[in-house]
């Protein structure tokens, strides 16, 4: 069923249901009473309308379940529907697709917007519907095609290999993509504000009324809550790929899948990269370990061995400004993860500042998107540990995921090259949310 037919029967639903409401008043009026002829012509005409709006609906879904038994026989040989996937339960079925019929969002296909591009065919179906509704509620139209933020992608082992360069040239059922640093700031809880339309500004509380105790008839001081802003505005973030011919055509799961996954992973990877360790500088936002007003816990003056005591610093920064709260986590290096879990909190005793993938109970993870090659003094290779509450992460998001399909560019050697723009911005309630080790040295 398509977007707009999904909206249609909705309506007609909601229509039907003001029907059947009016045709329990009369009843109610009658009071138990036979109808007068006036109330069962009224009566009558209501249950005629209720019928009609019934047989439209069944049109409905008799045309949906047709279309579904065709899309049934180009099933994998699992048996699963194309599109279907099996994300983690970190994956939050929000936005846009989650508006449309869970079997009509499962063939929702990323590689027919990139086969009706390459041969500049129109879209059609349900990719052109939620385009076109993307853009109308963005108020901004694409380059390509938008796609919803909410697109579900699969992660599993894969067992097959492709040759190098461009993927596409084998017709194995899976297909082997890069190992990539793991993207992780949404799962820890970072608030994702999508559907925007233009620049915004949350009012942010800097400061609290002034109070105090005064004798009996005295009146006290009056102040003001002091009120600041926190602004999201859209900047142009970009990833790109190349696909050959011979992939774009195919119409296996595992395929589609891997598109998927090639443009949404490498977009929210640069995403976490820009909360994690953002430059500050041109169109990328500031990242927690680059912004200066985040504080720091110092270990050495070259760096050094991280200890318990560093980490009790970490929380007594944010408890020394009220932040000790929301979705408190660490996140470190893969280098520095090893380090704290040969760390002992204690000496002499069997207990390591990481264990289960919790440090002091609050969640801990590990990712490359931070540098392991951070220097002071006469230190080398250090990484940085941050402390904070991610909630206080805001990802801003506009519009939907634009796909421009170039053909042209690598028509020689049979490339179609896909690129996947967002508009976003990151910004942060609180500086104060966060605090931050620099200098831990994985090898002291």
């Known amino acids: ?21 009016e045709m329990g008043k009369i009843d109610a009026a009658a009071d138990g009473k036979p109808l007068t002829d006036e109330q069962r012509t009224q009566f009558d005409a209501l249950e005629t309308e209720v019928q009609e709006i019934d047989a439209v609906i069944q ?19 699992d048996g699963r529907e194309p599109g279907r996937e099996d994300h983690g339960q970190d994956e939050q079925r929000s ?6 019929p869970e079997r009509d969002r499962k063939r929702y296909s990323v590689l027919r917007i990139i086969q009706a591009r390459a041969a500049s065919r129109p879209l059609d179906g349900l990719e052109a519907e939620l385009s076109q509704e993307i853009a109308q509620r963005s108020g901004k139209d694409p380059e390509g095609a938008y796609v919803p933020f909410d697109l579900p992608i699969e992660s599993r082992d894969l067992t097959t290999s492709t040759g190098a360069g461009a993927v596409g040239t084998s017709t194995a059922r899976t297909l082997i993509g890069l190992l990539q640093a793991r993207t992780l700031v949404a799962s820890l809880g970072a608030t994702m504000m999508t559907g925007l339309r233009d620049s915004l500004s949350l009012p942010k509380q800097t400061a609290a009324p002034a109070g105090a105790w005064v004798a009996e008839g005295s009146a006290p001081a009056e102040g003001d809550i002091t009120i600041g802003q926190v602004g999201l505005s859209p900047n142009s973030l970009r990833a790109w790929t190349k696909l050959s011919q011979k992939f774009i ?8 899948q891997f598109a998927r996954n090639e443009l949404v992973n490498t977009l929210r990877r640069l995403l976490d990269q820009a909360v994690l360790n953002g430059s500050g500088s041109g169109a990328e936002p500031e990242g927690i370990l680059q912004n200066s007003s985040v504080p720091t816990v110092a270990i050495a003056t070259n760096g050094g061995a991280i200890t318990w005591a560093h980490v009790v610093d970490l929380e007594t920064e ?35 500042i990481w264990e289960n993938n919790m440090v002091n109970d609050y969640p801990a993870r590990a990712t490359n998107l931070l540098p392991s090659n951070l220097t002071k003094g ?24 634009d796909l421009i399909v170039n053909p042209y560019t690598g028509d020689t050697e049979g490339i179609v090259r896909v690129t996947a723009g967002v508009e976003a911005d990151v910004a942060y309630r609180h500086d104060e949310s966060f605090a931050k080790v620099v200098d831990l040295d994985p090898t002291a």
């Open 318 to 352: 944010l408890a020394d400004d009220n932040a000790d709260m929301g979705s408190l986590a660490y996140v470190t290096t893969s280098k520095g993860r090893g380090a704290m879990k040969k760390t002992q909190k204690v000496a002499g005793e069997a207990r390591f």
């Open 249 to 256: 055509k195919q119409s296996s799961v595992d395929a589609e």
């Open 95 to 100: 936005g846009l697709l989650a508006e449309v």
């Open 1 to 21: 069923m398509s977007l707009k037919n999904w909206k249609d029967r909705q309506a007609k639903l909601e229509l039907r249901a003001s029907k059947i409401e």
């Open 378 to 401: 006469s230190g080398t290779a250090l990484s940085p540990v941050l402390y904070g509450n991610f909630a206080d992460v805001i990802i801003g998001m506009w519009g939907g995921m």
């Open 59 to 77: 049109r409905f879904d008799r045309l949906s379940d047709l279309k579904h038994g065709i899309d049934d026989q180009r099933s994998d040989p």
